[in-house]
């Protein structure tokens, strides 16, 4: 190793000259070398004190007491004690063998400039070369000396280096003011080299023996305890040792420095060896213990790490036998905590090309991240080899026992993660893997009860195979054969029921293939096992909204959100989804008060192809659809059409309900309509189109052996109000022969608009429906003709009055031919009813008649008004009322057969206004 500079070597040849100018005038007279030492140095305005010099020529020693040298500026050199013992004779071959060197309490001051020494302690080293170059010129550089110290010991020692343009950010010194410049001091208690150090005239430097350093500091950043170096070797610009101890280090941890800092415990090294032109190492037996690495919140700890062997150089790194206990790490607020790490043949071939290595094992790792606190059990990695700047492979990656917590709260846990045949291509941006596995995965979330609950579980997720590629900032996956078991979404909490865990739950999911691009596309999507629970509250609506939790509103929640949308209107494409005949779907509902239940099971599904979003066009028009349920225990639906999916949602499907059992649905009808469903089964066909949001469809009804059970208070029935007759004289009008109600609903609107309910629309439609099937149907006996656009019920129901002449009890013909229409129509309708309401008027009172004055008999009218009526006038009009009734019963009985008791009679009355007509009311 050469000199650095002429300079340099001039400045090394005058001091070895001043070394033999003061022994020389020690053997002299030692205070003759005093005054001139104290006399040189004030020259160059230098105060200088001695205690005590001597040097002894004859048995080759120096000593030096109490040497103190300072200048006008502070600047310092100083000695306490100083000690050399030399062998004489090679002085004169250039070379220099010193035995021993003690110095105790050495200060020394340095400026530099850009790292160049300007003034060592208080002399100026510019013009001290000056002089040098002045009193022995030479046209040749001077050759080198060898240099060749036995021991070296070295207490108390100060070394202080200030340099103007050289900052602490330059040398990368973490300080609180880095862009100061740099002023700081080495210092350190005892240093011990105990046997030689040579150094050649080429330069080359040996060191064999030990090494001992205690209380080292560097003022603001270094503190170190202890150092120990055994065996030490530098020779051909190798570095050998056979044990290194270090203790009790602390780096960037005093006053005046950022929080960052590094301490350490023990570090522990032995057979080590380096070489520096090949920069390689080998390491047989590495330990440390209590390192601890801080930036303010982030962190790093080790209790211990143990490495068997370890060989390297920058173009080969090979590690075996590594054992990590107990490490802390942290950024930015995260932190982690690994207990056992170990590895296999580890290998970093020419670094930043290649690695290779049997594997590693990582276990009980633990970490934060804010308020979140994250555990896994055990890591594996096998068999990878890869360059980490173009191409990685890996054998095999296993997670064992992984959760994650947050404030306290589940968040995830896993049981299992396994990933074989991984290869990463860094160069191309793709990531390819032979098989995924994932198993006892559970994840939580807070629902709306502020209270986390388990959201989703799932016994085994496999993936046959995946690709991920990155390419113009587009991201591509492909994933094939992915296989869901034992899935179960949304815990059931806040509900009772024995059977139902979770509010949906998946025996097997399987998917074909998914592809993600510019679009997303899944393959053929087949569940297996579908059951669900869905609970319909009063106030809270369905079930499903007790777990959509929103946080409060801000900014950076919207902008998310945002992102989320645009990142959804992607077009999804599903090639087939498939429900088995095993699906189940559960409704409790509590708007009754008291829960009813009811089940659709054997449910099948089949849709094919679905598109969800994007811009593209639909393929076919729209996914064609089948689906199929058992609904409770009789009523079978069955729909087929075709779905377009998109923001408009277009439906076209045709479809029919049979045998549906409604005396189920008894409570429901009770509450809506006022009447009870005591027997009868439904069949629907039906057809419905949505296009646009608007929606037009038909219903067509059969029930079959339909009745109802009693009126609940009949005059405030809803249907009763609506209908203008009670609801069963309706129905009854609709029955055929065998007991059967056709019935046709169309339902139209605008689901775009606000106030459209389509409960709202299907009560209104059905009682106009009823309306106008019984109007149509009896519009041919003359009651009320279509045309005219009434729809009156209770008006439609009414035939025209049987009346009488004042006083005649008997049917003419025309009453005759009225109750004849009546009579076909409960000869047609055996559940049909015939209201018969008779009344008299003043007309049929006996006449009453006078002779006047000129002889004449003249007929006096009564004058009308119940005061002019007597009791036995109100009696003969009431009988005659009666009569008149039980006549038109008498005629309906006698020609049609109709029974008696389907002939239901008013309570009789009379009329009181003296134009009224005698009449007997018919209504149905």
Same mark, same amino acid.
């Given at each position: 190793?050469?000199?650095?500079?002429?300079?340099?070597?001039?400045?090394?040849?005058?001091?070895?000259?001043?070394?033999?100018?003061?022994?020389?005038?020690?053997?002299?007279?030692?205070?003759?070398?005093?005054?001139?030492?104290?006399?040189?140095?004030?020259?160059?305005?230098?105060?200088?004190?001695?205690?005590?010099?001597?040097?002894?020529?004859?048995?080759?020693?120096?000593?030096?007491?109490?040497?103190?040298?300072?200048?006008?500026?502070?600047?310092?050199? !100083?000695?306490?004690?100083?000690?050399?013992?030399?062998?004489?004779?090679?002085?004169?071959?250039?070379?220099?063998?010193?035995?021993?060197?003690?110095?105790?309490?050495?200060?020394?001051?340095?400026?530099?400039?850009?790292?160049?020494?300007?003034?060592?302690?208080?002399?100026?080293?510019?013009?001290?070369?000056?002089?040098?170059?002045?009193?022995?010129?030479?046209?040749?550089?001077?050759?080198?000396?060898?240099?060749?110290?036995?021991?070296?010991?070295?207490?108390?020692?100060?070394?202080?280096?200030?340099?103007?343009?050289?900052?602490?950010?330059?040398?990368?010194?973490?300080?609180?003011?880095?862009?100061?410049?740099?002023?700081?001091?080495?210092?350190?208690?005892?240093?011990?080299?105990?046997?030689?150090? !040579?150094?050649?005239?080429?330069?080359?430097?040996?060191?064999?023996?030990?090494?001992?350093?205690?209380?080292?500091?560097?003022?603001?950043?270094?503190?170190?305890?202890?150092?120990?170096?055994?065996?030490?070797?530098?020779?051909?610009?190798?570095?050998?040792?056979?044990?290194?101890?270090?203790?009790?280090?602390?780096?960037?941890?005093?006053?005046?420095?950022?929080?960052?800092?590094?301490?350490?415990?023990?570090?522990?090294?032995?057979?080590?060896?380096?070489?520096?032109?090949?920069?390689?190492?080998?390491?047989?037996?590495?330990?440390?213990?209590?390192?601890?690495?801080?930036?303010?919140?982030?962190?790093?700890?080790?209790?211990?790490?143990?490495?068997?062997?370890?060989?390297?150089?920058?173009?080969?790194?090979?590690?075996?036998?590594?054992?990590?206990?107990?490490?802390?790490?942290?950024?930015?607020?995260?932190?982690?905590?690994?207990?056992?790490?170990?590895?296999?043949?580890?290998?970093?071939?020419?670094?930043?090309?290649?690695?290779?290595?049997?594997?590693?094992?990582?276990?009980?790792?633990?970490?934060?991240?804010?308020?979140?606190?994250?555990?896994?059990?055990?890591?594996?990695?096998?068999?990878?080899?890869?360059?980490?700047?173009?191409?990685?492979?890996?054998?095999?990656?296993?997670?064992?026992?992984?959760?994650?917590?947050?404030?306290?709260?589940?968040?995830?846990?896993?049981?299992?993660?396994?990933?074989?045949?991984?290869?990463?291509?860094?160069?191309?941006?793709?990531?390819?893997?032979?098989?995924?596995?994932?198993?006892?995965?559970?994840?939580?979330?807070?629902?709306?009860?502020?209270?986390?609950?388990?959201?989703?579980?799932?016994?085994?997720?496999?993936?046959?195979?995946?690709?991920?590629?990155?390419?113009?900032?587009?991201?591509?996956?492909?994933?094939?054969?992915?296989?869901?078991?034992?899935?179960?979404?949304?815990?059931?909490?806040?509900?009772?029921?024995?059977?139902?865990?979770?509010?949906?739950?998946?025996?097997?999911?399987?998917?074909?293939?998914?592809?993600?691009?510019?679009?997303?596309?899944?393959?053929?999507?087949?569940?297996?096992?579908?059951? !669900?629970?869905?609970?319909?509250?009063?106030?809270?609506?369905?079930?499903?909204?007790?777990?959509?939790?929103?946080?409060?509103?801000?900014?950076?929640?919207?902008?998310?959100?945002?992102?989320?949308?645009?990142?959804?209107?992607?077009?999804?494409?599903?090639?087939?989804?498939?429900?088995?005949?095993?699906?189940?779907?559960?409704?409790?509902?509590?708007?009754?008060?008291?829960?009813?239940?009811?089940?659709?099971?054997?449910?099948?599904?089949?849709?094919?192809?679905?598109?969800?979003?994007?811009?593209?066009?639909?393929?076919?028009?729209?996914?064609?659809?089948?689906?199929?349920?058992?609904?409770?225990?009789?009523?079978?639906?069955?729909?087929?059409?075709?779905?377009?999916?998109?923001?408009?949602?277009?439906?076209?499907?045709?479809?029919?309900?049979?045998?549906?059992?409604?005396?189920?649905?008894?409570?429901?009808?009770?509450?809506?309509?006022?009447?009870?469903?005591?027997?009868?089964?439904?069949?629907?066909?039906?057809?419905?189109?949505?296009?646009?949001?608007?929606?037009?469809?038909?219903?067509?009804?059969?029930?079959?052996?339909?009745?109802?059970?009693?009126?609940?208070?009949?005059?405030?029935?809803?249907?009763?109000?609506?209908?203008?007759?009670?609801?069963?004289?309706?129905?009854?009008?609709?029955?055929?022969?065998?007991?059967?109600?056709?019935?046709?609903?169309?339902?139209?609107?605008?689901?775009?608009?606000?106030?459209?309910?389509?409960?709202?629309?299907?009560?209104?439609?059905?009682?106009?429906?009823?309306?106008?099937?019984?109007?149509?149907?009896?519009?041919?006996?003359?009651?009320?003709?279509?045309?005219?656009?009434?729809?009156?019920?209770?008006?439609?129901?009414?035939?025209?009055?049987?009346?009488?002449?004042?006083?005649?009890?008997?049917?003419?013909?025309?009453?005759?031919?009225?109750?004849?229409?009546?009579?076909?129509?409960?000869?047609?309708?055996?559940?049909?009813?015939?209201?018969?309401?008779?009344?008299?008027?003043?007309?049929?009172?006996?006449?009453?008649?006078?002779?006047?004055?000129?002889?004449?008999?003249?007929?006096?009218?009564?004058?009308?008004?119940?005061?002019?009526?007597?009791?036995?006038?109100?009696?003969?009009?009431?009988?005659?009322?009666?009569?008149?009734?039980?006549?038109?019963?008498?005629?309906?009985?006698?020609?049609?057969?109709?029974?008696?008791?389907?002939?239901?009679?008013?309570?009789?009355?009379?009329?009181?206004?003296?134009?009224?007509?005698?009449?007997?009311?018919?209504?149905?």
């Amino acid at each position: 190793m050469t000199l650095p500079t002429p300079k340099l070597q001039r400045l090394y040849v005058f001091l070895l000259a001043l070394f033999i100018v003061l022994v020389t005038l020690v053997v002299v007279k030692s205070h003759l070398m005093h005054w001139y030492l104290v006399h040189w140095f004030d020259k160059h305005g230098v105060t200088l004190e001695v205690e005590q010099l001597t040097l002894n020529v004859y048995n080759s020693n120096f000593e030096l007491d109490h040497f103190v040298a300072t200048n006008a500026s502070g600047r310092r050199l !100083s000695v306490d004690g100083l000690s050399v013992n030399w062998q004489w004779k090679p002085l004169w071959d250039r070379q220099i063998i010193i035995d021993e060197v003690t110095v105790n309490t050495l200060k020394l001051d340095v400026v530099g400039n850009m790292f160049k020494p300007l003034h060592i302690g208080p002399l100026d080293l510019a013009l001290l070369v000056n002089e040098v170059v002045e009193d022995k010129p030479t046209d040749e550089p001077s050759a080198p000396w060898a240099v060749d110290i036995g021991a070296i010991k070295l207490t108390d020692f100060e070394v202080c280096y200030r340099d103007e343009k050289v900052h602490y950010a330059d040398v990368g010194l973490p300080l609180k003011d880095a862009n100061k410049p740099l002023d700081n001091c080495l210092k350190w208690q005892t240093l011990d080299l105990d046997t030689r150090l !040579s150094l050649s005239e080429t330069g080359e430097l040996t060191l064999l023996g030990n090494v001992g350093l205690t209380a080292v500091g560097v003022k603001d950043w270094l503190t170190l305890g202890n150092l120990t170096v055994n065996g030490l070797n530098l020779s051909k610009q190798r570095l050998d040792w056979t044990a290194l101890k270090l203790d009790l280090v602390e780096v960037f941890g005093n006053e005046g420095v950022s929080d960052s800092h590094l301490s350490m415990s023990a570090l522990s090294v032995a057979a080590v060896g380096i070489e520096l032109d090949n920069r390689g190492a080998d390491i047989n037996l590495l330990k440390l213990s209590g390192l601890v690495v801080s930036n303010q919140d982030s962190g790093l700890a080790f209790d211990n790490l143990v490495v068997d062997s370890l060989r390297g150089d920058i173009n080969n790194v090979e590690l075996s036998g590594l054992s990590i206990n107990k490490i802390n790490g942290g950024f930015q607020g995260a932190e982690v905590q690994i207990d056992n790490l170990s590895t296999k043949n580890l290998a970093v071939i020419d670094v930043g090309k290649q690695l290779k290595g049997e594997g590693f094992e990582l276990q009980n790792v633990q970490g934060t991240f804010e308020e979140f606190v994250g555990r896994a059990g055990r890591l594996v990695v096998e068999n990878f080899v890869g360059n980490p700047a173009e191409q990685v492979n890996v054998g095999a990656i296993k997670i064992d026992e992984v959760s994650v917590k947050q404030q306290g709260n589940d968040l995830l846990q896993l049981r299992r993660f396994s990933v074989s045949t991984v290869v990463v291509d860094i160069a191309k941006q793709q990531a390819t893997l032979q098989s995924l596995g994932l198993t006892g995965v559970n994840v939580w979330q807070k629902a709306k009860d502020e209270q986390h609950h388990k959201a989703a579980s799932f016994d085994a997720l496999g993936i046959e195979s995946a690709q991920l590629g990155v390419q113009s900032q587009q991201i591509s996956v492909q994933v094939k054969g992915l296989e869901l078991t034992g899935l179960a979404l949304l815990e059931n909490f806040g509900e009772t029921s024995e059977t139902h865990r979770a509010l949906v739950t998946l025996k097997t999911l399987n998917v074909d293939n998914i592809h993600v691009a510019e679009s997303i596309d899944v393959g053929k999507v087949s569940l297996n096992g579908f059951d !669900s629970l869905l609970v319909l509250h009063p106030d809270d609506g369905l079930n499903v909204a007790k777990w959509l939790y929103s946080a409060p509103d801000n900014k950076d929640q919207q902008e998310q959100q945002d992102d989320i949308t645009s990142a959804a209107a992607k077009q999804i494409t599903i090639g087939q989804v498939s429900f088995g005949d095993d699906a189940k779907l559960t409704l409790v509902e509590h708007t009754l008060g008291k829960p009813q239940t009811h089940q659709l099971s054997k449910l099948k599904l089949s849709m094919a192809p679905i598109v969800l979003g994007g811009q593209g066009t639909t393929p076919l028009g729209g996914a064609d659809v089948n689906f199929s349920a058992l609904i409770e225990q009789t009523g079978q639906l069955s729909l087929k059409g075709v779905v377009v999916p998109d923001k408009s949602l277009k439906i076209d499907i045709k479809g029919q309900l049979q045998h549906l059992s409604l005396p189920a649905y008894s409570n429901y009808s009770a509450r809506h309509i006022g009447y009870r469903v005591e027997q009868g089964q439904l069949d629907v066909d039906f057809e419905v189109e949505i296009n646009n949001g608007q929606i037009d469809s038909n219903f067509a009804l059969l029930l079959k052996k339909f009745e109802l059970g009693k009126l609940q208070q009949h005059e405030q029935s809803a249907a009763n109000n609506e209908l203008g007759v009670p609801l069963p004289v309706a129905l009854n009008l609709l029955r055929d022969n065998n007991d059967n109600i056709e019935l046709s609903i169309p339902i139209n609107g605008d689901l775009n608009k606000p106030d459209f309910s389509l409960s709202s629309v299907i009560s209104t439609v059905t009682f106009k429906a009823l309306k106008t099937a019984v109007i149509y149907t009896y519009s041919p006996l003359g009651m009320l003709s279509m045309a005219s656009g009434l729809v009156d019920l209770a008006t439609a129901l009414r035939f025209k009055p049987l009346v009488f002449a004042p006083g005649k009890l008997e049917l003419d013909d025309t009453a005759k031919a009225q109750l004849d229409k009546a009579g076909q129509v409960l000869g047609k309708k055996s559940k049909v009813d015939l209201v018969l309401c008779a009344n008299a008027t003043l007309q049929d009172l006996p006449v009453v008649s006078i002779v006047d004055g000129k002889g004449k008999t003249v007929i006096v009218p009564h004058k009308g008004g119940a005061q002019a009526i007597s009791d036995t006038q109100r009696k003969i009009l009431l009988d005659t009322a009666r009569k008149r009734h039980r006549a038109a019963q008498a005629y309906l009985v006698d020609t049609y057969g109709i029974a008696a008791h389907r002939l239901l009679l008013c309570n009789v009355k009379f009329d009181k206004k003296a134009d009224s007509k005698p009449i007997v009311g018919v209504s149905i």
